[in-house]
């Protein structure tokens, strides 16, 4: 928005006249007057129509201020106050805006301001482009080069207390929205000489100071350097502190301003430890050292310096000791050594520093460039600063003067060509130009080449030049005139004659360093050192002389004259006041002679005898078509007759401008002044107009969309209200008619139910009265039944009574026997189909049976019992196999024979009698028995067999088959005795729990002659139930089965009584036998 404000001018307020166009009456003096009267107003900025005057006020003005900055940002060129700031921001919004590129030219000569100039500038167009943390980054590393260039570049001057020693051209691009997008630097030829020798009263490069000043002590002992300037040779002494100026605080902005622009540590510090070898490299001396060959030869008097400079720079020694002592020739494959003399070796270790430091500089500079380039490859609009060194006259002008008022002549050169020239003569000054070519031409000529030879040639070539001077010269003008030595020639330049001395220049422009000495650096372990010498390399060997000092530069400028001639120039002319470098001071004198070189006052008088302004019609017709309606919007024709309708219509009175070839011219300044205010104020009626235009488009589109919208809207709306009230009349009407037809229905059904009601009563009624007539019928037949029946019972009675009468006598005699038997009868039916429910199960051994409902069918309850028993029992009989039926006679037999004789009988029981415990025929062991008997085996099994003497006991093998009892050693199975069935007599045992048992023999049968045996056995049961049962069905005869407990046996000759004794427990559960007499054998039973 365009602020509301008072407008200002150029004309308010002012002191003096503001823009020398308009100073009245137009001389020498009124200018200076005018200048003076500002300056001491503090006004140091003057116009002369756009080109910028600053007088260097020596002290720091206030009007630099962010407020300053925004004063004069987005405002016209002569709006208010000259100022620097006005014409950067002429030049960037003429960037922006207008896609022109821009180059502001700072002129003056040394200490006038430009470099003070050049950095408002670019803080100006810093602080008002765009704003963002990326571009901001970039601004700042913009801004931030300058103090690292200027301590490296620039140096105490007679003249300049921070004198730039180098030309800087810097190249601002920005974006199409005019944000900056990154820089380029561009360097012309450092005044390197400097660093090996300052004049009288001047300082080397300002960052010597500010090292030894602001490092600490252990960056100090880094480099190996010392605080005191005065341990070095190249720092001269008498200026080395500079009033106002702090090293040290500006030693640590330099580093600051380093990292800002991306130097890393490590770079930084390569860039140090050069500087310090530069320092180191000029306490190196040498003395003379004749040799036997009469040659002259120069040794290093002290080594130390020289150990720490090839610490440092990490160089072998001996490398640069002996590059300092010979020099190397290489010619057509020759190579040829020649030692140095004192003064060489002294040259060789100048020209070394010299080198190194300038090379530092430029690789500066390109470091710089590489961190501030712009990242993007998008199309860059560009303005270019530049600040070039002054130009300068000293006691002693030497080549370096020479190649900067060179440069100063070709700025001048094409300041004049650019803004004087098409009402000026040509001014032409090509004879620095001239001198330079002949120089080169001097150096490369084959032979002896001396200063001296170069002065004599220009005094032939130049001798008849107007603008040259000297003795020698063939012109007799300078004959005699003895301010002008014969070593020297004066030029005259633009801006003043300047002597300059021929000595140096050849060895200068040749700029020569011996081969041996870059070969060293290059050997150097330091990078960077390595990277500023590529020619030392071997490999690369080039025989070629490259390019002269002299011609390098003059390309350079070359290149710059014509990249600043594609640019829209913007002029910043610097003058000095005084040369005391001191505040209010107006040194009249010194202002006239800058005045007049610099040619203000013509420009003043081009600019008011000729127009101020001129644009080509056709962009003067785009920027003003509005002002005039029939310019406006469009004018169908020729630009010309579009811009001369315009102009005619603005009433502008006629002298101030006139209609050239292809372009306007306006002579006035005020008039363009008053154009561009007119464009500004019809843009903001333009702007009101579209606005209104566009708010009424807005607002109808707006208003039209709404209707349209409401119309749809209420047609949604009406439906559904309606829907909404046909909805309530729907079901209002539902309602009603339920309401009737319930009425309805409910009449309906009362009417039903009336009729219903009748019909029932009738039907009541009707009932009653049947009912009535029926009971009334009923009691008729009844009392008729009554009647009937009365008489058919008496008649009964009178009937049985006749029968009993008649059957008293049968009656008595049977009926009662026949009820009795009946009943019983039933009663006994009763019992069994009762009975036959309550049935127990069918195993033998459950005990269970039912009750016995009637005491006299006792006997019939019990036999019932017994006879289910047995049915059950032969039920579980019948399922036997053979086998089992053989294991349950056996076992039923043993229990006649010693159930309730035999106390061991009843453990017998749950024992199944397995026979054949010992299983003969598979242990081979008894092959031999086996084999011996053929006939099938009933027992098998070892008992104990007691000794007939002693009543122990013996282990045998008691074996019962069909026929036979045998008895064998249980160890070998060898038969000891066999008793035929036969002769087995009788069985005897206790009827203890006892295993004893004796067999009888037949007497004077074969086997008795020792006696009758007697055992022991853990199966005595099964064994006497098997010996009973193999005997009867083998003898027919049963065997007798003794049950005593005592009883007698048969020993040999002797009838020996076993007798049985209870309860004796000597030996715990065992029976023990013993045979007390030849008549008792005592067995103790448990
Ligand atoms: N606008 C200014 N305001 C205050 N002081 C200024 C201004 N311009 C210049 N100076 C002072 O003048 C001194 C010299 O200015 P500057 O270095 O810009 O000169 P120069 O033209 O670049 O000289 P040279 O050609 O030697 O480099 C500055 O160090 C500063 O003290
Ligand atoms: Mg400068």
Not at 161 to 164: A, I, L
Not at 1063 to 1069: A, F, I, T, W
């Given at each position: 928005m365009a602020k509301m404000e008072v407008k200002t001018s150029l004309l308010d307020n002012m002191i003096g006249v503001g823009d020398m166009v308009l100073l009245e009456p137009l001389n020498e003096e009124s200018f200076i007057d005018n200048l003076k009267k500002r300056f001491d107003h503090s006004e140091i900025y003057t116009y002369i129509g756009s080109v910028v005057i600053s007088v260097n006020p020596y002290r720091s003005l206030p009007i630099y201020s962010p407020e300053k900055v925004e004063d004069y940002r987005n405002r016209n060129f002569y709006e208010l106050s000259p100022h620097i700031f006005a014409l950067s921001d002429e030049a960037y919004r003429s960037l922006r805006d207008q896609d022109k590129d821009q180059c502001i030219l700072i002129t003056g000569e040394s200490g006038a301001g430009k470099t003070e100039a050049s950095k408002l500038v670019m803080s100006y167009v810093a602080a008002v482009c765009g704003k963002g943390a990326e571009v901001n980054q970039v601004k700042e590393q913009l801004l931030q080069s300058n103090p690292v260039l200027e301590a490296f570049g620039n140096a105490k001057t007679v003249r300049n207390?921070?004198?730039?020693r180098f030309g800087k051209y810097m190249d601002i691009e920005f974006d199409f929205k005019g944000d900056p997008l990154g820089g380029v630097i561009s360097n012309y030829l450092l005044e390197k000489s400097r660093v090996v020798k300052q004049p009288r009263g001047e300082r080397n490069f300002h960052i010597f100071y500010q090292l030894l000043s602001g490092a600490s002590e252990d960056l100090l002992n880094k480099l190996k350097l010392e605080r005191d300037f005065s341990r070095y040779n190249y720092l001269s002494l008498d200026s080395a502190k500079v009033n106002g100026v702090d090293d040290a605080a500006n030693f640590r902005t330099v580093r600051n301003a380093m990292q800002i622009v991306g130097f890393m540590d490590h770079e930084a510090q390569s860039v140090l430890e050069v500087i310090a070898a530069v320092l180191k490299l000029g306490n190196i001396e040498f003395k003379p050292e004749s040799r036997v060959n009469g040659l002259d030869e120069s040794k290093i008097k002290d080594k130390n310096e020289l150990k720490e400079i090839c610490e440092l720079t990490g160089i072998d020694q001996s490398v640069l000791e002996r590059a300092f002592s010979f020099r190397t020739v290489e010619a057509k494959q020759e190579k040829v050594s020649t030692t140095l003399n004192v003064a060489q070796a002294y040259y060789a270790r100048d020209a070394l520093a010299k080198n190194l430091y300038s090379r530092l500089f430029s690789w500066l500079v390109n470091r710089i460039n590489e961190s501030i380039k712009a990242q993007t490859k998008v199309r860059k609009k560009v303005m270019g600063v530049l600040d070039i060194y002054g130009f300068e006259i000293f006691e002693d002008n030497s080549f370096e003067q020479f190649i900067i008022n060179y440069c100063n002549e070709k700025l001048q050169q094409i300041f004049i060509e650019l803004t004087l020239k098409e009402e000026q003569e040509e001014y032409i000054r090509e004879n620095t130009n001239g001198i330079l070519a002949m120089l080169d031409e001097e150096c490369l000529r084959p032979g002896t080449v001396t200063d001296d030879t170069f002065l004599e040639k220009l005094n032939q070539v130049c001798a008849t030049h107007q603008h040259f001077e000297s003795r020698m010269s063939k012109c007799s003008r300078f004959l005699n005139d003895t301010s002008l030595p014969h070593s020297c020639f004066r030029i005259q330049h633009y801006a003043g004659k300047v002597m300059y001395q021929v000595e140096g220049f050849v060895d200068k422009n040749n700029d020569l360093l011996y081969r041996d000495l870059s070969q060293a650096m290059w050997k150097a372990s330091h990078s960077l050192i390595k990277a500023l010498f590529p020619e030392g390399n071997p490999a690369k060997i080039n025989l070629k002389r490259p390019p002269t000092a002299g011609s390098q530069f003059k390309a350079s400028v070359a290149t710059l004259m014509k990249n600043l001639q594609t640019k829209n120039p913007n002029y910043i002319r610097c003058i000095k006041p005084n040369d005391k470098k001191a505040a209010h001071i107006f040194n009249d004198a010194l202002v006239c002679h800058q005045i007049r070189y610099l040619g203000l006052l013509e420009n003043v008088r081009v600019r008011r005898a000729g127009y101020a302004f001129r644009q080509a019609y056709e962009p003067c017709l785009e920027r003003y078509k509005m002002l005039c309606k029939q310019t406006w919007p469009h004018w169908k024709g020729p630009a010309r007759a579009g811009v001369e309708v315009l102009f005619n219509e603005l009433e502008f009175p006629v002298e101030e401008y006139s209609f050239g070839r292809s372009k306007i011219f306006i002579r006035n300044p005020r008039t363009l002044f008053k154009l561009e205010d007119l464009r500004k104020r019809r843009l903001e009626d333009l702007a009101t107009l579209i606005q209104k235009i566009f708010r009424g488009w807005k607002c109808r589109t707006h208003f039209l969309l709404m209707k349209k919208s409401q119309i749809v809207i209420a047609a949604w709306y009406r439906r559904y209200s309606q829907q909404k009230k046909y909805q309530q009349i729907k079901s209002s009407a539902i309602v009603i008619q339920s309401f009737i037809r319930g009425w309805k229905a409910r009449k309906i059904l009362r009417e039903l139910k009336h009729k219903k009601r009748c019909q029932e009563a009738v039907t009541t009624i009707a009932a009653f009265w049947h009912g009535t007539q029926a009971r009334r019928e009923l009691r008729r037949l009844k009392e008729e039944a009554r009647n009937k029946h009365a008489i058919a019972v008496i008649w009964a009675y009178w009937l049985g009574l006749k029968v009993r009468r008649e059957y008293r006598k049968f009656f008595r005699a049977n009926a009662g026997k026949k009820i009795y038997e009946f009943t019983l009868q039933r009663i006994v039916q009763k019992y069994f189909l009762e009975m036959k429910n309550k049935m127990p199960s069918l195993s033998p051994i459950d005990k269970n049976w039912p009750a016995r409902p009637?005491?006299?069918l006792d006997s019939t309850h019990k036999e019932l019992k017994r006879i289910f028993h047995l049915w059950r029992c032969k039920k579980y009989r019948d399922q036997f196999t053979d086998q089992q039926k053989l294991i349950y006679e056996e076992k039923l037999e043993a229990s006649e024979l010693f159930k309730d004789k035999k106390a061991l009988y009843p453990s017998s029981v749950g024992q199944p009698f397995q026979g054949a415990y010992l299983e003969i025929s598979k242990d081979p062991k008894y092959k031999k028995l086996k084999d011996a008997i053929e006939e099938k085996i009933i027992i098998a099994e070892v008992v104990n067999k007691v000794n007939r003497a002693n009543g122990k006991c013996a282990s045998r093998i008691f074996l019962l088959t069909n026929n036979n009892l045998l008895l064998a050693d249980q160890k070998s199975g060898h038969i000891k005795s066999e008793v035929p069935l036969?002769?087995?007599t009788k069985v005897s045992m206790s009827s203890q729990n006892d295993g004893f048992f004796a067999v009888h023999l037949k007497e004077g049968?074969?086997?008795a002659s020792k006696g009758d045996f007697l055992f022991s056995s853990d199966h005595l049961i099964e064994m006497a139930t098997k010996l009973y049962r193999t005997t009867l069905s083998q003898t027919k005869q049963k065997l007798n089965i003794e049950i005593s407990d005592e009883f007698l046996v048969q020993f040999r000759q002797d009838k020996v009584c076993v007798k049985f004794i209870q309860?004796?427990?000597?030996?715990?559960?065992v029976p023990t036998c013993k045979r007390k007499n030849n008549r008792l054998l005592e067995v103790a039973v448990p």
């Open positions: 207390d921070n004198s730039s009637y005491l006299f036969g002769d087995v049968s074969g086997a309860g004796n427990q000597k030996n715990g559960s």
